[in-house]
């Protein structure tokens, strides 16, 4: 899919409410797939999924009553500017931002290395 394409991914709402965005197929593919590998490792244990009128926010938790460790979230009107993607972590800092999601959440390859260590 082009990235485009991507970043605009709005579905349309029942009357009076506007379009919401929403995650593609393949970006929530990518994105369970990298939580499946973190789950096996007893890292993360739960997630939540919400799609607002301006963005797509994949919540992860290790707890299901914490606030989430981390938040990748997709925000197509910043597309152009400074990237759609944009990992946030419990803090609220940013960890990473970018036009690529796969580019995005290489910044959980360290994290997925040290474990492996462990």
Do not use: N
Request: proline share 5%; charged share 25%; no cysteine.
């Amino acid at each position: 899919m082009l990235a485009s394409q991507d970043a605009s991914d709005s579905q349309p709402r029942p009357p009076g409410r506007g379009p919401i965005t929403t995650f593609s197929r393949t970006e929530l593919a990518r994105i369970l797939s990298l939580y499946g590998q973190f789950v096996a490792t007893g890292e993360w244990r739960d997630y939540a999924i919400d799609h607002l009128k301006d963005a797509a926010v994949f919540s992860v938790f290790r707890r299901a009553s914490e606030v989430p460790l981390y938040r990748i979230e997709k925000r197509p009107k910043l597309a152009a500017k400074q990237g759609a993607w944009v990992v946030v972590s419990m803090t609220g800092a940013i960890v990473k931002r970018g036009h690529d999601l796969a580019q995005v959440l290489r910044v959980f390859d360290r994290q997925r290395l040290r474990l492996a260590a462990e």
